[in-house]
């Protein structure tokens, strides 16, 4: 462990202790906020008939009960001055806005812009909420907390409260709630069975390593609790598989260049782990026991949940362990993809007083034995640590809130080739005797301080910060093969990703404001700086690559340059008119920059599998230009008592787009891709869902996908060739691009990537309108045929499927806090792949999981 990783793990050490002792200090103070309190009368239905009587159940010193006793005089009947009270509030706006939300806006009856209702655990009957010393958490908080006991986590970040209620963008939440109900593993798992995630396409690589695509883009500016997380290697490791989806509040993606506070970026995904919680009666604790089996490949889940606090401080702590082994295509073929992982987070928080608190996260992720079907490597061990420190003043000197977020995230692991299960997949790697190992090193620090002046629920808020982003990484890519023809030996050779960095500061700001008539305006800016620059020892770059003959890191990216530094900026408006109480739509319009990556920069011929040909080795280029994209959405949803619908499309110019030449390669079995920037490329889409019925038990629903993406200037003004010893690579202008590789392609092409048109049609049935005790929903995944395909690239095209799910839940009567899910993916058992899978040329062909029974249960107490 490094002495910094030391440092912050003794920061949570001491933090943890303060917390404690101070629970201790204010144990007994009296959390009854009596002066806002207004009893009329305790009705003999109370304790039976929860539904029917929300209010403020608190446990007083003996005086004030009392005092409140002589006040309601004959109300109480025989109660004790030292049992433990409910009380009504008279409040018809409240309990009108209760019972608006229970019905209209619950997790089960979602209503925010272009949001689909999402399949999850039935909402746990409607508990009395604590009387609140501190300021009230929000509606959503008191009724649905996260274990339906846990009411008093709030999401304590103005900022993200922004972008939640933010519906002129048409963001996408997903909550992490859904997971048990739908046995997702990781957070990409959980947005691919999602409804809610209608922008986002996830590619399956493994049971636990999903790779989520925000309208089929491939890499973007990712957030968790703030952190800025980047995939360690691109065809391996991705920046949410490293989370389990059980261990998330929700998920909220912007599907556009529409937010300044996450760095230069297109598409932004920020996901929040669950919090500390706070109790204003008293100490509390509180557990859950979690499991779940999926039959295809045999697959385990054991969790376990803790979770305490008082009125000032709280802590939870989750640890998961997974463990599965191969599964069963449609066929019934054994696909090799087992794996092993262990994960653990912690929250501690304190509420510090004068409206000032901090939380400190942590996660640890240990993974062994993941095996990637249609990919060479395999990994090893993973390991994943993740630190954050969120620090916010509610009552700053200067302005109305100031929020600080501080964090530090590494990802390391190695891996090998030599797996014999996956040899039939790649009989080349066999035929030049190859054998290779890779280790990845990738960290990545900052903060983000932003202070806000107003209120955008009341008037206008805006807000102005600066952050930070630094990000290193490192790749190795050993290996040894004999040449084909005269088997000459290689031995010992490297591909890499030289050891690199990038830092990255900014200032941000943003705009909210509630216009006249129904009309919302929000904006916002960030103007950044961004230096990449090569720190690996020059000496161990002299001799990179597979060649006969080894080539200079210089040779084969074709220049001496490594250091990049680049300004950008984006901007941002949008504007929402809500015309009715059930009709809204919003207009919106953004330009935001991207950096290259540093694969995409630096990349020495390492065999990363980024497009569905297969063996891909790519090689970077320092001297790539940044990404720009203008983007339009328009959108519309009408949420009414027989029907809920929502639409948007968007479309998007991308200039100086980052796509991938074909190069020549004299093993013709293998694809040689370099990074090039094509002057033009556009993206434009829609999605869409219906529900019918949604207030009814029986509601059928349909929800649709669609991206177009097109290179306008596939030809190029140059042409590349491969570098070798003696020979640098060379941009030979005034060819097409891809000359070289002898493969003609079209003035334009289809980006490569890109999934087809993608409709769900189902219905859900369940008991309850409200409160269900359980729901049964049955979905046809309907994905069209692809031939838009890149053929310059080699992609092919894919022809359609259908794949049927059956899902349940259902929570006993005898004991609320259990729930069980039962369910069967593919229950049809069809063959099938999608399009951005594997596909080998001579080899056993990769195809998806056949029939998958599966069945959990979630135990809270």
Known sequence: MSSFSRQIVCVGIAAATWIVLGSLESSWQSVFAQEFLVVTELPSSVESDRDRNLGVTARMPDPVEADIVDIATGTLGDCSPTERFRYAIPDDELNAEIDHFRRETSPIRQASMLQPTPFGKPVVPVLEPVAQANPATSLTSQLFGPSGMDRSVIDRSVLRQARLGVASFSTDVVRGEEAAAVVSTDLGSLLRKSPGGLSVKTQRRTPIVNDSRVRSSRVGALAASGSHWVPAR???????????????????????????????????????????PRYSGGNEIHGQTSFDHQ????????????????????????????????????????????????????????????????????????????????????????????YEVAYID???????????????????????????????????????????????????????????????????????????????????????????????????????????????PGLFTEYNERLFDGYTFKAGARV??????????????????????????QEIVGTSISQTDRVMWSMYGSLTRKHSESLTTSAS?????????????????????????????????????????????LSLDYDGNMMRFGARGFHGWAFDYITFENTRNLLNQQVSLRYVNTSLAT??????????FPKERFSPFVTMRYVDGR???????????????????????????????????????????????????????????????????????????????????????????????????????????????????????????????????????????????????????
């Open 234 to 276: 691109e065809d391996l490791d991705t920046a949410l598989n490293k989370i389990d989806s059980r261990l998330v509040n929700d998920v909220i993606i912007i599907p556009g260049p529409y937010s300044s506070v996450y760095g230069p970026g297109f598409h932004f995904i920020d996901f929040e782990l669950l919090q500390s």
């Open 295 to 386: 039959s295809n490949g045999n697959q385990w889940l054991a969790q376990q949940s803790l979770w305490a606090g008082g009125e000032d401080w709280g802590m939870r702590g989750n640890y998961s362990h997974r463990l599965g082994s191969d599964y069963h295509d449609g066929n019934g073929v054994n696909v090799p993809s087992s794996y092993e992982s262990r994960e653990f987070t912690l929250a501690l928080g304190r509420d510090l007083g004068d409206d000032r608190s901090i939380e400190f996260s942590l996660l640890r992720l240990d993974q062994t034995d993941v095996e990637f079907p249609g990919y060479v490597f395999d990994i090893d061990y993973l390991v994943t640590d993740g």
């Open 394 to 504: 509610s009552s700053p000197d200067v302005g109305d809130r100031v929020e600080t977020e501080v964090w530090y995230n590494r990802t390391r692991f190695q891996g090998n080739a030599q797996n014999v299960a996956k040899r039939p997949q790649f009989p080349f790697l066999n035929l030049i005797r190859y054998i290779g190992f890779t280790d990845v090193d990738s960290m990545s620090t900052g903060y983000r301080r932003g202070r806000t002046w107003g209120d955008a629920d009341v008037d206008a808020s805006w807000t102005l910060g600066h952050d930070l982003r630094f990000v290193k990484q490192e790749l190795n890519e050993i290996s040894d093969a004999v040449t084909l023809g005269i088997p000459f030996p290689l031995s010992d050779r490297n591909s890499p990703i030289p050891r690199s960095f990038a830092v990255n």
């Open 528 to 553: 950044d700086y961004v230096q990449t620059d090569i720190t690996a020892d020059p000496d161990d770059l002299a001799e990179v690559g597979l060649d006969l003959f080894p080539a200079s890191y």
């Open 589 to 633: 319009l953004g330009y935001g920059q991207r950096a290259p990556t540093l694969t995409e920069l630096y990349a020495a011929q390492p065999f990363l599998l980024v497009l569905q040909n297969g063996l891909n080795n790519v090689t970077g280029d320092p001297t790539l230009k940044q990404e720009k994209l203008l983007q339009a959405d």
């Open 683 to 692: 993206l434009a889409g829609f999605e869409s869902f219906l529900e019918m």
């Open 711 to 861: 290179d306008r200037t596939r030809n190029g003004d140059f042409a590349t060739t491969n570098g070798a010893q003696g020979t640098a690579s060379t941009k030979v202008a005034g060819l097409k691009r891809g000359f070289f590789s002898g493969i003609a392609g079209g003035d334009s092409e289809p980006l490569p990537g890109i999934s087809p048109l993608e409709t769900r049609i189902g219905a859900r049935l369940r008991d309850e309108t409200t409160d269900p005790n359980w729901n049964i929903e049955i979905a046809a995944r309907i994905v069209d045929n692809q031939d838009r395909v890149a053929t310059s690239l080699l992609e092919n095209k894919t022809p359609g499927f259908t794949v049927y799910d059956l899902r349940g839940t259902y929570r006993t009567r005898f004991n609320r806090n259990l729930l069980l899910v039962f369910g069967a993916e593919n229950f049809t058992d069809k063959t099938y792949r999608e399009h951005l899978d594997f596909r080998s040329q001579n080899g056993v062909s990769v195809f998806q999981p056949g029939v998958n029974f599966y069945f959990g249960a979630d135990l809270t107490y």
